[in-house]
């Protein structure tokens, strides 16, 4: 599975969302992956869920979270989605806070965690100057544009 084919092919971008705390951010971008055929609602709750009774386990650097749950919470097929908040949300994690960058991923199993969608989401995140041009966007060409040429970059 190929995140940035994915994102591209499916329009699962939103940008300058205004959430007014975590949940509401998980809520918004969870949409994009229920909007996409990926999973059924409940997946958005287990979301939320999981990260109330586990804490911010998936927030990987500051200003970022990859939200995310079993496949079992409702995962029809493997998707991601990608959001970007207006005003970051306090997450509760003191050292990353606050997130305003939230990629999600629905995986329809532990094989659909494949390494290639991993490596490009690790190799997209660590990238700072493409961390600063997503989180100056504010019109959807300009994530396409990143997202295509980042692609590129990694799958080459």
Same mark, same amino acid.
């Given at each position: 599975?190929?995140?940035?084919?994915?994102?591209?092919?499916?329009?699962?971008?939103?940008?300058?969302?205004?959430?007014?705390?975590?949940?509401?951010?998980?809520?918004?971008?969870?949409?994009?992956?229920?909007?996409?055929?990926?999973?059924?609602?409940?997946?958005?709750?287990?979301?939320?869920?999981?990260?109330?009774?586990?804490?911010?386990?998936?927030?990987?650097?500051?200003?970022?979270?990859?939200?995310?749950?079993?496949?079992?919470?409702?995962?029809?097929?493997?998707?991601?989605?990608?959001?970007?908040?207006?005003?970051?949300?306090?997450?509760? %994690?003191?050292?990353? %806070?606050?997130?305003?960058?939230?990629?999600?991923?629905?995986?329809?199993?532990?094989?659909?965690?494949?390494?290639?969608?991993?490596?490009?989401?690790?190799?997209?995140?660590?990238?700072?100057?493409?961390?600063?041009?997503?989180?100056?966007?504010?019109?959807?060409?300009?994530?396409?544009?990143?997202?295509?040429?980042?692609?590129?970059?990694?799958?080459?």
């Amino acid at each position: 599975m190929d995140f940035f084919e994915f994102l591209l092919k499916n329009n699962t971008v939103l940008l300058d969302v205004e959430a007014s705390d975590w949940k509401d951010a998980i809520r918004k971008g969870g949409s994009l992956l229920v909007g996409s055929g990926c999973c059924e609602n409940r997946y958005i709750d287990a979301m939320i869920e999981s990260c109330v009774k586990n804490g911010p386990y998936f927030i990987i650097a500051p200003g970022l979270a990859m939200p995310h749950s079993r496949p079992e919470n409702g995962v029809l097929e493997t998707g991601f989605a990608l959001i970007t908040l207006k005003k970051g949300v306090e997450f509760g %994690d003191r050292e990353n %806070d606050p997130i305003d960058i939230l990629i999600f991923m629905a995986a329809k199993d532990q094989a659909a965690h494949t390494e290639q969608a991993m490596t490009q989401i690790a190799e997209f995140c660590d990238n700072l100057e493409w961390l600063k041009e997503l989180r100056a966007a504010n019109v959807i060409p300009q994530v396409t544009d990143l997202l295509a040429r980042a692609g590129k970059r990694i799958n080459s």
